[in-house]
């Protein structure tokens, strides 16, 4: 309603001028009666402003604005603005029109005002929403100033436009429909946008109903504003299109006494599970689960719905069609105005495959590819609990370690897949003989393990041995030949013999070296007859330590190949012991006893400082792109200074550190590898090259190993002397795409045929070190091949 004093007279005539009708806010604007009016035609009332031209008639003057003067029954005469309109939403006069007179601005007193005597005009502009009557035409009679402000106009502008220009264009024809409605039958309801002079947008509810001002039709209504509500609604469209298109199975439920029925799924849930909406509503989302499977998980759902709180949960459950499926499950709880908790919306994605492959990753890792036995990782952890379980329970256990004798005569006379079918075959006759319960693990090329747990005494574990024994040693079929295995067994029994891995594992290893030393295809125990070779290695120690002093250690120089390019680009320093008695002792009798001393610590020290030399010795012949590789022991990585004391060793030699690497074992790593990595940080930083030896023969987190700062992985030597073996050669390919998606570079050791070389090149691995281009040289006759620049053939 318009608040200001501008009464609006409205007549309503046909084609010649005659009045058919007329509002009070006539008689009240001119002071005539009704009867008055009755017998008068517009030209005796309204005087029109000239126009150039013809007198123009009635229906020439529709939607022209027009003004004049209002003749006043008492002689006065009214500045006034005139619209004509058909009465368009009247069907039954379509030759009648309305006649809109506006009295001009500032021109009218007061007590002309229409609204001055409506008692309701206060609480109509009080209204939390628009106000509006509109007559047949079209055309606004009265409103109130939310509908100003809603379509951006003045007083003035409002009674001249048709309502259905207030309106977009597509929505004109339906809302222009809905007032005839209600001028029809009464009422209607609608929602349309109002659309402002200056673009403003308002979304409105309008109620409208018809009654009349005197004897003029009109409509009256409201209009309440629901933008923010429509913003919700198309917020919760966008959202429920989100829950639709999910690719993540969605369920929501309602808390119903106690009880969680289902309300809604989406087409996600429908494919993932085999269920229809119509099928499961209604019924509770358990109805899924495997009874006695997964009970830790399914207690911490119930409790959490009962506490009306957040879960998340991994477990199973079944499909239609009886097929088990694991599924990560989000559960939340969706509360209402008020705070209180009244459904529960959960979120499902199907990890079946993720889990299955993870599973086949937690094998692989932990078991032999080629016989599927336990490798020494899952090894170590079931004889320590196998152990614990025999010092708790005061019971006897054993472990054995069988070493197949001769094999690399089987491997030379038969070929490799041969010595795979005896290891398969070995593997399978060891499993049958010993209960579910015992661990059988593939430790090496043709190194056993067996932890035997609760054993009656003594006499029944060595007859158990020698049954084991017997049967490895039985004949094997292999392409229509047959061949004798026969192994070396050395057993230890626990606690009796160590209550620790470590001291386990020596007893039963010294064994199995004194079987080898009797002749071979013998079991031995562990016992006190074993106390010489005990004594023997504490002379091993004892010679070692003087062996440092006295500088009888050398260092061997094994080339490393580009195997792209055939160019010599480093050598790995591999320390040998020239004992004086002895003769050449090999690493793996006199490592092991320096790890187990510490004097790996001196002794590393010193091999750092030789090969330094000799990247010196390579230097001043004008060599500078050479890296040598030295290998750390886990005390040398694990020392405070370590990297500290290399970095002054290196400037006191004047070394670049780029051109030395630093070789650390992938086991040493992930023993602690929250240390490993800090150490790794403080060598990187000093510019010295870093590499992970031994790499597929530990257990690695992925998620470690993209964090180490290293720049090469080495493939272990056991995965490159088997590649013909699909298991090994599958996971040889494996590392070398891994470290190249890691941006690392990969070498391999051991190369010793032509075989290997070609398999490793087929699968671009960066670079070999082996027999097959060369042995471990002095550091003169390196220099002369770096010198000579010796490559590897084509």
Known sequence: MNLSPLPLAVFVVDADGAIASWNKACEKLAGYTAADIRSKTLEQIIEFDAISGSPLSIAARVEIDSTGQLRCVDGRRLPVRITIAPQSLDPEQLDTFSVIVIPRAGLVPPRYALIQDLPTADIIEGLPCVFYVIDQSGHLLLWNRQLESALEMTAEEMPTMSVELFFDEKDRPQTMQKILDAFEIGHSSHEAELVGKHGKRSSLLFHCARTSLGDLPVVFGTGLDISARKQTEQGLRVRERAIYSSVNAIVITCCSDGKNPIEYVNPAFEQMTGYTLAEIKGRDPRFMRIEGCDLPEQKRVHDALQKRESVQVILRNTRKNGEVFWNDLRIDPVSNIDGEVTHFVGVISDITEARHYERRLHHLAHHDPLTGLA????????????????????????????????????????????????????????????????????????????????????????DLIERIRLRVSSPIAVGGREILPSTSIGVARFPHDGESVDRVMRAADAAMYHAKAMGKNNSQFYSDELNQVVHQHLMLEASLSKAIRNHEMVLGYQPKVDLRTGKMVGAEALVRWNHPEN??????????????????VPLGKWVIIEACGALKALE??????????????????????????????????????ANLELEVTESQLMDHPEEAMEALAELKALGVRLSIDDFGTGYSSLAYLQKFPVDFIKIDRSFIGEVSDDGHAVIARAIIALGHNLKLKVIAEGVETLEQLTFLRDNDCDEMQGYYFSPALSQRSLEEMVCSDARLAG
């Open 583 to 600: 003769g050449m002792v090999p690493p793996d009798e006199f490592i092991p006893v320096a790890e187990e001393t510490g004097l790996i």
């Open 375 to 462: 490798n020494r990782t899952l090894l170590q952890d079931e004889l320590k609990f196998s152990i614990d379980f025999a010092v708790r329970n005061k019971v006897l256990g054993a472990l054995a370690f069988l070493d197949l004798d001769n094999f690399k005569h089987i491997n030379d006379n038969f070929g490799h897949e041969a010595g795979d079918v005896v290891l398969r075959e070995v593997a399978s006759r060891l499993k049958a003989s010993v209960r579910d319960n015992d661990t059988v693990a593939r430790v090496g090329g043709d190194e056993f393990v067996l932890v035997i747990n609760n054993q009656p005494g003594d006499d029944q574990l060595a």
């Open 620 to 657: 001043a012949l004008g060599i500078t792109d050479f890296v040598i590789s030295v290998n750390l022991s886990a005390r040398q990585l694990r020392q405070r200074q370590f990297a500290a004391g290399l970095a002054r060793t290196l400037a006191r030699l004047g070394v670049n550190p």
